[in-house]
């Protein structure tokens, strides 16, 4: 059944104070995710121009957009699951390569068709790299920082956009070449690759699990590192421990759950992409520039930073639940608020950054609440499902937006529906089992 404290697995790191080794690896996450916050918004930030110079359509504009919300949704589900298998920290490193692959080749894209196949080769990587970070951050906190911990990671994801997308503005404002934006997120992925290598090691929990040959050794040379004691053979399996197809998700309790969760975090997602994705092209067209309305998205991601920072603090002292249940609720009607004919760039920006608040935080709530659902030998897995299939929602948000706005519905329609989505997960929530 579905564990319904803050265990995550072994427990042999859980009661202990959090070693600085432990620190390191949950920043460093951090880090990889706040690169997946910008190379996920480099296409946000580079879509005005992109239809400026080619001359495409809101609808067009919209797959486009979705392509690699297409690879996040396949990259969870496919890779998460790869990193039960292998490992936390060789998929990791995989997906980074990926990651600045796709951003490189799409600063050199020249066409419709070849931009959406970079951007579905990123989010591939992406998609991998946020469930198999997830999975790590869990498993290398101690009891007390878990939930914490786990918000923060995902709360790089915004630090990301936003320190991003201040480099974006100001390299659209220099050179006016939406190119420049994939260019930069490559060459910041692939600097990030040799501290990866370096300073990740894997993961205690995962060892356990998958059991290699040198399971005990690997086990031993990492607690010695984190002043831990060391094992004098390997604890026994967990039940089931064996199984990490993704078909065990709907076994042995976990259906209701993971059916329960995926639909939640699919509707919300729909929303948070709405936001992401469109509303540079949103603010352009009433009568902004280009960097103006990325300066609107950075005040978004700010929104949602304080948000994720806010609820993680929160979850150290309240039910996790009611918190994000509140912020879903609230999400619709601030959705609402910004589709009402606001076109000052000073309420705009506030507007948004109110309704990327409530938004985000109804998103980031939901990953404490999974990453201590399931056990080691499918938390990767179970992470990987949700978000992934998830994250259809993802990309059938902007993909939506884009074909209501083609047929003729204003802004105010195009949120109200879109913010249904917060809804709709907030009724999913309250019929989660109320062990988690």
Known sequence: MASNNTDAGSGLLDAAPMHWRQWVVVCLCIALNALDGFDVLAISFAAPGI??????????LGIVLSMELIGMATGSVLI????????????????LVVMAAGMLLSALARDVAFLSATRLATGLGIGGMLSSTSAMVAEYSNARRRSLNVVLNIAGYS?????????AAALLEGSGDWRSVFLFGGVATLAVLPLAWFLLPESIDSLLARRPADALERVNRTLARLGQPLLAALPAPLAGGSQRSLLSLFTGGYARVTILLTIAYFTQIMLFYFVQKWVPKIVVDMGH?????GRVLVAANVGSLASAVLIGLASQKLRLRPLVV????????AIGLFGSGLTDLFWLSLV????????????????????????????????????????GGSAIGPVLAGALF???????????????????????????????
């Open 51 to 60: 239809a400026a110079e080619w001359g495409i359509d809101r609808a067009m």
């Open 289 to 293: 520039d280009a960097a103006s309305a």
């Open 352 to 391: 948004v950054a109110l309704a990327a608040f409530f938004i985000n935080a109804g998103v980031v709530g939901m990953y404490p609440i999974l990453a201590t659902t399931f056990p080691a030998h499918l938390r990767a897995s179970g992470i990987g499902f949700v978000i992934g299939v998830g994250r």
């Open 159 to 167: 630090s990301g956009a936003i320190l991003g997308g201040l480099v």
């Open 326 to 333: 509140g912020a879903m609720l609230c999400s619709f009607l």
């Open 406 to 436: 083609a047929g003729g519905s204003g802004l105010l329609p195009v949120s109200l529906v879109m913010g249904a989505g917060g809804l709709v997960a907030a009724a999913m929530l309250l019929l989660l089992p109320r062990r988690e």
């Open 80 to 95: 998460g699951n790869l990193a039960d298998r292998i490992g936390r920290r060789p998929t990791i490193l995989a997906c």
